[in-house]
DNA sequence: CTCCAGGGGCGTA
DNA sequence: TACGCCCATGGA
């Protein structure tokens, strides 16, 4: 089905550091894994986005995920007018959305890209998916789901360490052993406050303030974490000496933080 | 408080 | 081909 809208981007998407399971095919043409379900998009031209799957499907599934309830344009007309790097970062960023992804596959995700690249991380959420995910039939691709605490237990070490996971192997499998056990329930954090929620996640061994943050903003859909890694960090200090104005932009200070992150990497690659 | 492991991708020579 | 650089967290 088609969907029409402005602030839908795919590739950027799949750049902005959120999302390690959308394959490029060509600039405009992608398909992604979410759940037990694969996903064609093809962007037919700027605001026009075929998706290949029914109504139904969109209505039951993808519209949720992409978060299609969301405002875009009253979001970033909210921006101050006078902050002339925020409505650049805006303007380069257009299409940008926050997806709802799944909370255990965010955790496990940003629990292992820490100190990796975006490519890295791919190839390792892609070899844990093929080594103990479970396949999923489609026209696409040999795909596998990603893979359940129960799936993830059942490796051995050698088999973690194959997907270059290197000392994040500990980290990884101790969530597992407590999600498979009962000790904790991630998906029943949805109904958390976010201070009890970064709380929980915090008390995970090998989770700090930033995978937080991260696993909040992408798998929660808490829009005012504000996760802050090196290049946010850069961004804030060599564009707001005086503070990032976080009350201004009280509740979607998240969706600013994906602009100014796409922006500033970007623009610190080209040089 | 400071220091640093650890491993894969990437830019540079 | 080879080398240095990047990098979030826990633990010494």
Not at 144 to 163: G, K
Not at 188 to 207: F, P, Q
Request: glycine fraction near 6%.
């Amino acid at each position: 089905m088609i969907i029409c809208s402005e602030h839908f981007d795919i590739k950027k998407i799949a750049e902005s550091g959120q999302c390690f399971r959308i394959n490029m095919l060509s600039d405009d043409s992608c398909y992604l894994i979410h759940g037990d379900k694969v996903l064609g998009v093809t962007m037919n031209n700027k605001e026009e986005i075929e998706l290949d799957c029914s109504e139904d499907e969109y209505g039951e599934i993808w519209s949720d995920y992409f978060d299609m309830n969301t405002d875009y344009n009253k979001i970033v007309s909210l921006a101050d007018k006078e902050d002339i790097f925020l409505n650049n970062a805006i303007e380069y960023g257009r299409g940008i959305r926050i997806l709802k992804q799944d909370p255990w596959e965010m955790i496990i995700s940003f629990i292992i890209s820490q100190r990796k690249s975006i490519p890295a991380i791919r190839t390792s959420i892609e070899r844990l998916s093929r080594l103990c995910g479970q396949k999923i039939e489609n026209p696409y691709c040999e795909c596998y789901a990603f893979p359940t605490a129960s799936q993830i237990i059942s490796l051995s070490d050698e088999e973690m360490s194959s997907c270059g996971l290197g000392y994040r192997s500990a980290y990884v499998r101790n969530a597992a052993e407590k999600m498979a056990c009962g000790e904790i329930d991630v998906y029943s954090w949805n109904s958390l406050s976010d201070e009890k929620l970064r709380e929980n996640l915090l008390s995970l061994y090998g989770v700090g303030e930033k995978v937080a943050g991260c696993v909040m903003l992408f798998g929660y859909h808490r829009l005012d974490a504000f996760p802050e890694d090196v290049w946010i960090k850069r961004a804030l200090q060599a564009e707001y000496p005086n503070g990032f104005p976080f009350d201004a932009y009280k509740g979607y200070g998240g969706i600013m933080q994906q602009y100014i992150f796409f922006y500033y990497r970007n623009m610190s690659k080209q040089k």
